[in-house]
């Protein structure tokens, strides 16, 4: 087994200075991050953002251990109870150096239980990574940006580990909030678009 070489330091999101660099490599990453229709953020937006929403989840920055302070992605976590949501996201200029792989084993360690997600099916990079990390496809949907895979983890903790029960849970909890179903859909009004 290859063992991988940890290149970053986890960093908790704790002031609104870190809450800034979240802004800006999330919307770099707006068009492959939006499996719901997601808004470019302004700072006041962003700040809101988080005042509204940081009681519900955690944050974390990645910086290089050589380059301390040159954030290179973020991810959050959401605590939906018996499962948790996570957002990942890499600054476009750190693509392809294996950050992402490792902002995923740090996630799936930080979630501590079973996890929900959605992907979209034109990101080749991020089906090949959660693949590759044990995320398996439970449903499809469509969205704004595109077609989806619904996705399910059931997690890397021992103490909380996925049960088909939570598997059903969580399928549940995608197809409700994506109109999702077991099956590809064809995108409504698909055939009546004019070019
Ligand atoms: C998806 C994303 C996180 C990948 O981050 P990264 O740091 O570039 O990824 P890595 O360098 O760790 O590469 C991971 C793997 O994906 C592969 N990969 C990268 N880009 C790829 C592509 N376009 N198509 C197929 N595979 C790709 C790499 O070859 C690597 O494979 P390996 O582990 O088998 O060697 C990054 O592109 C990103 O932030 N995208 C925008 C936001 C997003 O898509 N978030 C996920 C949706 S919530």
């Known amino acids: 087994m290859t063992k ?16 800034e660099v979240m802004r800006e490599i999330y919307n770099q990453n707006l068009d492959m991050l939006g499996t719901v229709a997601l808004p470019y ?22 910086e290089p251990l050589q380059q301390p302070g040159e954030y290179v992605g973020f991810i959050t976590l959401t605590d939906r109870g018996s499962f948790a949501t996570p957002i990942l996201a890499v600054n476009k ?10 902002m995923i084993k740090a996630y799936l360690k930080l979630a501590h239980k079973p996890l929900a997600g959605s992907q979209l ?14 995320w398996i496809v439970v449903g499809y949907a469509n969205s704004p940006n595109g ?5 399910y983890h059931p997690g890397v903790s021992a103490a909380f580990p ?23 859909k064809q995108k409504k009004g698909q055939s009546e678009r004019k070019e």
Request: a positive charge; aromatic letters at 12%.
């Open 4 to 19: 991988v070489d940890k290149k970053l330091r986890t960093v908790k999101v704790d002031t609104l200075k870190k809450v």
């Open 41 to 62: 953020r302004s700072v006041e937006e962003q700040v809101q953002w988080w005042k509204e929403n940081k009681q519900y989840l955690r944050a974390y920055l990645f």
């Open 93 to 102: 200029k750190a693509w392809g150096k294996g950050y992402g792989s490792e």
């Open 121 to 134: 099916v034109s990101n080749d990079a991020i089906r090949h990574m959660n693949k590759k990390n044990g």
């Open 147 to 151: 077609a989806l895979e619904l996705v």
């Open 162 to 184: 996925g049960t088909p029960g939570i598997q059903a849970i969580i399928t549940r909890y995608l197809f409700d909030k994506y109109q999702g179903s077991a099956y590809p």
